[in-house]
């Protein structure tokens, strides 16, 4: 791992990027990347390609009433197993590439022997990529994770847009209904 210290042009000098300057950097990289992600999920009726999200949960028996005698165990219907499978989210993927590097594409930097060089794209890589993903991949929901995809139960997330709407979650719990059980 290769984390550079930038070069930049100031007032005809050549001076060392400080660490603010290559987090804006990054949030710009961000921003950008929010502009056109690499991979866009959408809300389906069913068929998503991401796999299944299954509740399963038990379902109270039946209500049965004898009035003649107090029914056995056997005669009782079981509580069943209900399962309900969602599979509403669908992914897709952009094909990207690198820009090719021509020797004038990537910052600069100084050697540790003093000599000025363009960053590699590993460099680039480590210096201002991974950071940038690392942000995104954060688990927080600010603007440092523009472009990313998040899920709530609230249908209004400061800093995020909601995507499927109530009408099309993409989970219910289906939780039992506790009232249709009784103690005794």
Do not use: C
């Amino acid at each position: 791992m290769a984390v550079r210290t930038p070069l930049y042009l100031n007032s005809g000098n050549l001076q060392e990027m400080t660490t603010t300057m290559v987090d804006n950097l990054i949030d710009q990289i961000i921003y950008q990347y929010s502009l056109n992600p690499s991979v866009s999920l959408s809300v389906v009726s069913s068929g998503g390609n991401l796999g299944t999200i299954t509740d399963t949960r038990l379902q109270a028996g039946a209500s049965f009433t004898d009035v003649s005698n107090l029914p056995s165990e056997a005669q009782t219907p079981e509580p069943t197993v209900v399962t309900v499978n969602y599979d509403k989210i669908s992914s897709s993927s952009a094909t990207v590439s690198p820009t090719a590097d021509t020797g004038k594409t990537w910052p600069i930097y100084r050697t540790s022997a003093g000599h000025v060089q363009a960053m590699t794209l590993q460099d680039v890589k480590d210096t201002f990529l991974h950071p940038a993903i690392d942000l995104l991949t954060s688990g927080s929901t600010g603007t440092q994770q523009a472009g990313t995809y998040h899920i709530s139960t609230s249908s209004s997330v400061t800093g995020s847009t909601e995507v499927s709407g109530s009408n099309t979650p993409i989970f219910l719990d289906t939780g039992a209904n506790t009232s249709a059980y009784q103690s005794g």
